[in-house]
């Protein structure tokens, strides 16, 4: 004789019909979105950090089912598969300022001051000022230390290039 049921057991029932959903929904995006599988581990590790969507837990879950929802992998709009590509390729931060990073590093590369605008020497240069691999696994603390020394060195060099002959507030030396 079953007893009545236990308020825990219906919150694990509901909470595992949940995750369940989910993963179909991520899947169902996946294949709307025509990912191989190469891309589509890709865009998990630079979204949730995993491999794969079973590791994922609610909040990666969330994320993921909110990018591919933006990418037209979900709901009515039509799939833009080049966008998750271009997800996995830059590996969006988790900060949020992984766009004002490479805004101000192609800026600062047009300008002549980096010599190398690609997103790759970007990562370089973070990972050698924070021991962070790359823009997309900063903290936002970290991304804003970031975006700080880039903003110093833009501003030191923009004031190396003094007219010659001229002190630092553009008066006649000497």
Not at 83 to 95: D, I, V
Request: cysteine-free; charged content about 30%; proline content about 5%.
């Amino acid at each position: 004789m079953a007893g009545p049921p236990h308020p825990d057991t219906d919150a694990a029932d509901a909470h595992r019909a949940r995750r369940r959903a989910d993963l179909a929904r991520i899947h169902v995006a996946k294949a709307r979105l025509g990912l191989d599988d190469a891309t589509y581990r890709e865009v998990l590790r630079g979204l949730a950090g995993v491999d794969s969507a079973a590791d994922l837990d609610a909040h990666g879950r969330a994320r993921v089912l909110a990018a591919m929802r933006e990418w037209g992998g979900l709901g009515r709009r039509a799939p833009d598969p080049a966008a998750a590509r271009r997800t996995a390729a830059q590996g969006p931060s988790r900060s949020g300022h992984a766009g004002k990073l490479r805004a101000l590093w192609r800026r600062m590369h047009r300008a002549g001051i980096v010599h190398d605008g690609s997103p790759e020497a970007l990562d370089h240069f973070i990972a050698h000022r924070t021991g962070v691999p790359g823009v997309g696994r900063l903290t936002g603390a970290q991304a804003a230390r970031v975006i700080a020394a880039l903003k110093a060195w833009e501003k030191r060099a923009r004031q190396g290039r003094r007219e010659p002959g001229k002190g630092r507030r553009g008066k006649a030396a000497g």
